[in-house]
Nanobody, 115 residues
């Protein structure tokens, strides 16, 4: 079993910043494929940023230049630094380890950006 615990969400004003953390524990073989997704009310879950198996990073076009994903392999933790936040960034943010098909998901952390 893999456990993913997210933290760092909250309420912030437009233009503000937040840093999300996701700590993985349990039967972890690799954190090479790990990332962040989000789901706004009435919308499908979408990719925000993720590391691929080749070590590259993928970002949603809507967050490029504003969000940065990073990780600490020693701590099995992935981070999402979110700057210049906009109201349309409001969503529940989920951490994923191992891909969206067979991977594990965290419980989600709410990010709310007020205008």
């Amino acid at each position: 079993q893999v456990q993913l615990v997210e933290s760092g969400g909250g309420l912030v004003q437009t233009g503000g910043s937040l840093r999300l953390s996701c700590a993985a524990s349990g039967r972890i073989f690799s954190i090479s494929v790990m990332g962040w997704y989000r789901q706004a009310p009435g919308k499908q879950r979408e990719l925000v940023a993720a590391f691929t198996s080749s070590g590259r990073t993928n970002y949603a076009d809507s967050v490029k230049g504003r969000f940065t994903i990073s990780r600490d392999g020693a701590k099995n933790t992935v981070y999402l630094q979110m700057n210049s936040l906009k109201p349309e960034d409001t969503a529940v943010y989920y951490c994923n380890l191992g891909g969206i098909v067979l991977g594990s998901w965290g419980q989600g952390t709410q990010v709310t950006v007020s205008s």
